[in-house]
């Protein structure tokens, strides 16, 4: 869905506010798919401010998709929101510092909106902040209860290091402190 804000023809200080149903296609995060509804449409609200428009797209979404940790079907309410300055000239900025969403003076709503949604997601998708997780030798919730698989013994490539025996530099010959004066130190 794009919007041409030239076609709103705002003068400084006015304002455009609107609501637009866009279906946001599924977003894919370390290879995982989540479906991602937007119930109440994306809320657009257009100001014209000096050297240009300033556009907010807000969203409250619905994501639906596995948890990171136990796979079962989640869902996600969350609120999003972007902001994107968009100049009337072009003239005095980097192309780096233009919105990629907007060309011209054409808004990608709908490209602003999944922005949103990815940016608002947690780093990790779980149904609950105290899931357990699958049991990584047979695969079982452990969220439904224990399973019968013994304790995961240690890496063995660390093995090496319980034999490793520390001590503390004052209790070796030659590691204390003697002969330094405390000025040094």
């Known amino acids: ?6 076609h709103l023809a705002l003068r400084t200080g006015e304002r455009y506010e609107r ?11 370390g290879g995982v798919r ?13 100001e014209r401010v000096a050297g240009g428009f300033l556009v907010k797209v807000g969203a409250r979404a619905r994501v639906y998709g596995p948890c990171a940790r136990c796979l079962k ?28 969403f907007i060309e011209g003076l054409v808004v990608d709503v709908a490209g602003i909106a999944r922005e949103a949604v990815v940016l608002s997601l947690p780093s990790q998708i779980v149904c609950s902040a105290d899931c ?9 919730d452990l969220n439904e209860g224990p399973c019968g698989c013994l304790p ?8 090496i290091l319980k034999d490793l025996r520390l001590t503390d530099e004052s209790e070796q010959p030659g590691g204390g402190s003697e002969g330094v004066d405390d000025d040094s130190r």
Not at 19 to 29: C, E, F, G, K, Q
Not at 152 to 159: I, K, T
């Open 1 to 6: 869905m794009f919007l041409d804000l030239a």
């Open 19 to 29: 609501s637009y149903a866009i279906d946001l296609a599924p977003i894919v995060l």
């Open 34 to 46: 989540y479906e991602v509804l937007l119930p109440e449409g994306v809320t657009v609200k257009v």
């Open 73 to 100: 079907e989640t869902v996600l309410d969350l609120h999003a929101e972007q902001q994107e300055f968009a100049p009337t000239a072009k003239d005095g900025w980097e192309e780096s510092e233009l919105s990629a």
């Open 132 to 140: 357990l997780g699958l049991c990584p030798q047979c695969g079982k």
């Open 152 to 159: 995961a013994g240690s890496d063995e490539r660390w093995g």
